[in-house]
């Protein structure tokens, strides 16, 4: 026995399938937004370098949307060594800036996931290393070599969490 199936009637159960099978995004998307990504920057170097380094790196991570610049309690660490390079007459010719990318896991969520009071252990924030990098440039490569370093830390790491 053949049945013919009207078109028509699929319609309005094709469009209720799409409409289970789309994900909404919409709550996803606001609790996103409500919360910054906290991100600590930790400089080493001669002063004049590293205050250049860790001034420019904070102003361009505060002007990303959904970023907040801290102290010693980001969910990412930026731990950067700042080294000049000089010729022999002692005029500096450039610069390496060594970058350690670290993630800080809150050890307060994973207590709570395993069912433990997060106040009854008393274990710290666990820093995961996840990337070094290395730049060099010429002496006037400093502003450039930050704005790689966070153009970088912000497609590889930033992007999937804003």
Request: aromatic share 6%.
């Amino acid at each position: 026995m053949k049945r013919d199936i009207d078109a028509n009637a699929l319609i309005p159960l094709i469009l209720l399938l799409l409409m289970c099978a789309i994900p909404n995004n919409t709550y996803a998307l606001s609790d996103k937004s409500e919360k910054s990504i906290t991100i600590d920057i930790l400089v080493r170097g001669d002063d004049e370098a590293k205050d250049f380094v860790e001034g420019t790196i904070a102003r361009i991570l505060d002007s990303m949307p959904r970023t907040q610049v801290v102290k010693n309690t980001g969910d990412w660490e930026l731990s950067i060594a700042v080294t000049h390079i000089k010729e022999a007459d002692a005029r500096v010719s450039g610069y390496i800036v060594s970058t350690v990318i670290i993630k800080r896991l809150n050890t307060s969520d994973l207590k709570t996931l395993l069912g433990c009071d997060p106040d009854s252990a008393k274990v710290n924030d666990i820093l995961m290393y996840v990337n070094h990098w290395q730049f060099s440039g010429g002496s006037g490569a400093l502003k450039s070599l930050c704005e790689k370093i966070v153009s970088d830390f912000d497609r590889e790491y930033l992007q999937k969490w804003r």
